[in-house]
């Protein structure tokens, strides 16, 4: 397309929303568009990008898919949705041969790479470390975590996945081990995973175990709350709303707040990410204060011998909920050819 604006597209598919931005060479965002995620609004979606761009001169070069689920041979089916999607698929759909899949916190590590003192919320006063090693990890609809490694070879990081979200839960005490009687019991399911806990959907299974656990009947005030939530189609939302306000959403919240400093802990010990360890996604952008907490320091310092090293350990919440498709725009970029 002669005298076309050449650029690169970034999309960032989780398992409640898709987002899609077109981005100059700068990373400078000049259109974004964003819907439900199901087969039929991403296949739209991703048609109305196409036509916009065309429609205003774009021409886009080089594209990359952030999606919350495993990549294999050029394809992934969303963990959390009941939609796939191919390399082969966006390549029609673009008329573009430069497209590449990755799993969605990948394209959040790139992200990070992306990020400003303003994207961030720092939770210590460590520095990152030059070419350390980074870790990103998420809890929304799922849990995600990916690590970024320095390659001295090439001068640049590389994102490598993880799908550690669905690896059996821990649980430390007896309040916990019955939480995990409990998920086994009304989920039906012999293996608990992180996510069951430590994701949107967990936030509401912890709510549902803090009633459980109560040997009288709700209060009025509490009955209110429970009847409001049970008919909410985000129950986590309104859990969160109301941890300050209600005993048994301030529970669950509690329970959420451990867990989630247990898994950060994991990641900094498995990855001693020394160039920071970033805390992303909607819940912990709209709950930061959770995360200077009583109940997350104290599981994060709960390390024995780790406790030194982890106290090295760079803690940020990232505050900007759109660094994913950022990041997939700037993997676009820069691995192009």
């Known amino acids: 397309m002669r005298g076309a604006l050449s650029c690169v597209l970034g999309a960032d598919i989780g398992g409640t929303t898709a987002t899609i931005g077109i981005f100059s060479p700068s990373l400078r965002p000049v259109m974004m568009f964003s819907s439900g995620t199901g087969e039929t609004n991403l296949r739209l979606l991703l048609a109305k990008a196409a036509q916009d761009a065309k429609g205003r001169g774009i021409a886009i070069t080089a594209a990359c898919f952030g999606v919350a689920g495993p990549v294999e041979g050029g394809k992934v089916r969303l963990t959390n949705a009941p939609c796939t999607l191919s390399v082969r698929e966006i390549q029609k759909a673009l008329g573009i041969s430069n497209v590449r899949l990755i799993n969605d916190f990948e394209a959040a590590a790139y992200g990070i790479l992306t990020a400003s003192s303003r994207d961030l919320i720092p939770l210590t006063r460590n520095k990152p470390r030059?070419?350390?090693?980074?870790?990103?990890?998420?809890?929304?609809?799922?849990?995600?975590?990916?690590?970024?490694?320095?390659?001295?070879?090439?001068?640049?990081?590389?994102?490598?996945?993880?799908?550690?979200?669905?690896?059996?839960?821990?649980?430390?005490?007896?309040?916990?081990?019955?939480?995990?009687?409990?998920?086994?019991?009304?989920?039906?399911m012999r293996m608990v995973c992180w996510e069951e806990a430590l994701s949107g959907r967990g936030?509401?299974?912890?709510?549902?175990?803090?009633?459980?656990?109560?040997?009288?009947?709700?209060?009025?005030?509490?009955?209110?709350?429970?009847?409001?939530?049970?008919?909410?189609?985000?129950?986590?939302?309104?859990?969160?709303?109301?941890?300050?306000?209600?005993?048994?959403?301030?529970?669950?919240?509690?329970?959420?707040?451990?867990?989630?400093?247990?898994?950060?802990?994991?990641?900094a010990a498995s990855a001693l990410p020394y160039g920071g360890l970033y805390i992303r996604g909607g819940i912990a952008a709209k709950n930061p204060d959770i995360f200077s907490s009583r109940e997350f320091r104290q599981e994060w310092e709960n390390a024995a011998e780790l406790k030194p090293l982890l106290a090295k350990i760079p803690l940020f919440v990232v505050k900007h909920t759109g660094l994913g498709v950022r990041g997939a725009a700037w993997h676009a970029l820069n691995r192009q050819g």
Request: aromatic share 10%.
């Open 130 to 188: 030059k070419n350390a090693p980074m870790a990103v990890i998420g809890a929304g609809t799922g849990l995600g975590k990916a690590l970024l490694h320095y390659d001295a070879g090439t001068g640049r990081y590389a994102a490598l996945r993880s799908e550690e979200g669905h690896a059996p839960l821990p649980v430390a005490d007896d309040e916990e081990y019955a939480l995990l009687q409990f998920i086994r019991k009304t989920k039906k």
């Open 203 to 267: 936030i509401a299974t912890l709510y549902d175990f803090a009633v459980s656990k109560r040997k009288q009947a709700l209060s009025p005030p509490e009955l209110l709350v429970n009847r409001e939530i049970r008919a909410a189609s985000d129950k986590a939302s309104l859990v969160a709303a109301y941890r300050k306000k209600d005993r048994l959403c301030k529970e669950a919240f509690s329970l959420f707040t451990r867990f989630y400093a247990r898994f950060a802990r994991t990641t």
